[in-house]
């Protein structure tokens, strides 16, 4: 059984950095995707960033791009979102989950890591 776990949430002012991370443990296969979610209070969850292995493309939602980088180690068991610039607007619960690839279903999730962007 595939299990994620993000990690690297915090409490940051508005400019900061935070770095997620979400480790996976269990069946990985070949070609598979990350993608990074959050959820904010009373909003709908959106789509942040993802990266597949397929061909290690990566996309990122309009609202991050510029800001925020995800990439992957090279044992390909880690996946990391490095923010940076953070605004309020970015406070949320971050998710990981696990696809086929990008834009595809997503099986399995992590419980989330919260990120929170105060003065």
């Known amino acids: 059984q595939l299990q994620l776990v993000e990690s690297g949430g915090g409490l940051v002012q508005p400019g900061g950095s935070l770095r997620l991370s979400c480790a996976a443990s269990g069946v990985v296969s070949d070609y598979y995707a990350i993608g990074w979610f959050r959820q904010a209070p009373g909003k709908d969850r959106e789509a942040v960033s993802c990266i597949q292995t397929r061909d290690n493309s990566a996309r990122y939602a309009d609202s991050v791009k510029g800001r925020f980088i995800i990439s992957r180690d090279n044992a390909e068991t880690t996946v990391y979102l490095q923010m940076n610039n953070l605004k309020p607007e970015d406070t949320a619960i971050y998710y990981c989950?696990?696809?086929?690839?990008?834009?595809?279903?997503?099986?399995?999730w992590g419980r989330g890591t919260q990120v929170t962007v105060s003065s």
């Open positions: 989950a696990r696809a086929g690839w990008c834009g595809g279903e997503y099986s399995y």
